[in-house]
């Protein structure tokens, strides 16, 4: 079950994710971005009451001259690894992305394996336009609203990010 992440999941949020990336680099970047009101959706993968799946998506600004065009940074995205292969990072990643579009975002962007994200509709290619802190094939975007990523721009990462 996909479910919005709520604040009585944040510490097992934060073990799932050192668990997941063995260090807390991560987690520590996913509170910085709660604290900083920066989250746009978060969600869970639970079976019964277990936690086995986190992904979280913050505030991006793609400026542009003459606007400024609201966008989404998918980070991270974790799952214990007892249950990965199994679908989750998937079922997560699409629950993600169907809220991002919701909520009327243009694009989403990750770095990240330049293998997975793919299935989901990221390229490398859609995201070489950008001015970013990132580069190279790890660097992917998703374009939501067509024609949003035609114009590059420069990306502007939440403050937690310290890019």
């Not at 993968?45 to 799946?53: E, I, K, M």
């Not at 940074?73 to 690894?81: D, G, R």
């Not at 990240?112 to 001015?131: D, I, K, L, Q, V």
């Not at 190279?136 to 890019?163: D, T």
């Amino acid at each position: 079950m996909i479910r919005d992440a709520t604040p009585r999941d944040f510490p097992t949020i934060r073990a799932i994710i050192r668990h997941a990336f063995d260090r807390a680099d991560e987690a520590n970047l996913v509170e910085g971005l709660r604290a900083d009101g920066d989250v746009l959706c978060e969600f869970v993968a639970a079976r019964d009451v277990a936690l086995q799946g986190h992904i979280l998506y913050s505030r991006l600004r793609i400026e542009r001259a003459s606007e400024t065009i609201e966008a989404a940074a998918l980070a991270p995205v974790s799952v214990l690894p007892h249950f990965q292969r199994q679908g989750l990072g998937g079922d997560l990643i699409r629950a993600g992305n169907a809220r991002c579009a919701e909520l009327g975002c243009a694009a989403i962007i990750v770095l990240g394996h330049a293998e997975y994200y793919p299935r989901f509709g990221f390229s490398a290619a859609a995201a070489e336009s950008f001015e970013a802190p990132f580069s190279g094939p790890h660097f992917m975007a998703l374009e939501l609203k067509p024609g949003a990523l035609k114009a590059g721009g420069r990306a502007r990462y939440a403050k937690a990010f310290g890019v």
